[in-house]
């Protein structure tokens, strides 16, 4: 973790947001909190945030639908806080680009654990693998910057990616042409900290097709191989 990491917190109910706000910032966090929609992204614009944990239930906009606007400009990692223990919720939450979901009621710890290891999986790239030994990839037409965790295309024009999709994307092309395992890729993108819900892998293989691929129904840089998992088709060059 960051030595103040910055926790934006957005949900409706006073006593969750006075709960969370004291337990975190007793955990070594700077906290911040926001109401609904208009309050979050007037925050985001004001200040650096680190993570923001996201409730679905909000009187403006859905977390949903928040969660979808904030990623057309923003990879900072969210978390989304739902009512319904529902696998389809899950899916919903990840295929928009969430990274990772806690079903109330929660305890405060498992939260500021989810925290830790958002937090964790971003700074591990940066700190374990440095701009001078992780050049630019380059994939089709694509471009991956290890050091930004950017991913542009053959124009220089800039994709939004959520931390989760980033970290998958980085499995693929630190592997390419080689069948890895849905089990392989949650080791290699999200490590010890990943949920079990082999579903989540295929979410978002998805959403990065939609991305990537001409045509996202008939994938030819992210291949399915039947009875075994997916494979980078494509050749990979650093620079």
């Known amino acids: 973790m960051t030595p103040m990491p910055h ?3 957005v949900d409706d109910d006073e006593d969750i947001l006075t709960l969370l706000t004291e337990f ?3 955990h070594g966090c700077k906290v911040s909190a926001a109401r609904d929609g208009s309050e979050m992204f007037t925050m985001l614009e004001e200040q650096a945030v680190d993570v923001v944990v996201l409730d679905v239930m909000l009187p403006d906009e859905s977390g949903f639908d928040l969660c979808r606007r904030l990623r057309t ?3 900072v990692p969210v978390i989304m806080l739902t009512a319904v223990s529902d696998h389809m919720e899950r899916v919903i939450g ?4 969430a990274d990772d979901y806690i079903t109330k009621p929660f305890n405060a710890r498992e939260l500021l654990a989810r925290v830790k290891a958002v937090l964790r999986r971003g700074d591990s790239r940066t700190i374990s693998r440095p701009k001078e030994t ?13 050091a930004r965790r950017e991913l542009r295309s053959e124009d220089n024009t800039l994709v939004p990616l959520s931390s989760s999709e980033f970290d998958l994307l980085l499995a693929f092309v630190e592997h390419p042409q080689r069948v890895l395992t849905r089990d392989m890729l949650m080791d290699l993108a999200r490590g010890e900290s990943h ?6 892998i295929d979410v978002q293989v998805s959403r990065l097709r939609r991305k990537l691929e001409d045509s996202p129904r008939s994938p ?6 039947r009875n075994g998992g997916y494979m980078l088709a494509a050749t990979v060059s650093r620079s």
């Open 24 to 26: 975190l910032q007793n």
């Open 7 to 9: 926790i934006l917190i």
């Open 220 to 225: 030819e840089l992210i291949r399915t191989v």
């Open 73 to 75: 400009s923003s990879s």
């Open 134 to 146: 992780r050049p630019m990839l380059s994939f089709g037409r694509w471009r991956l910057d290890i």
């Open 94 to 97: 990840l295929e928009i680009g």
């Open 195 to 200: 949920a079990a819900f082999d579903r989540s």
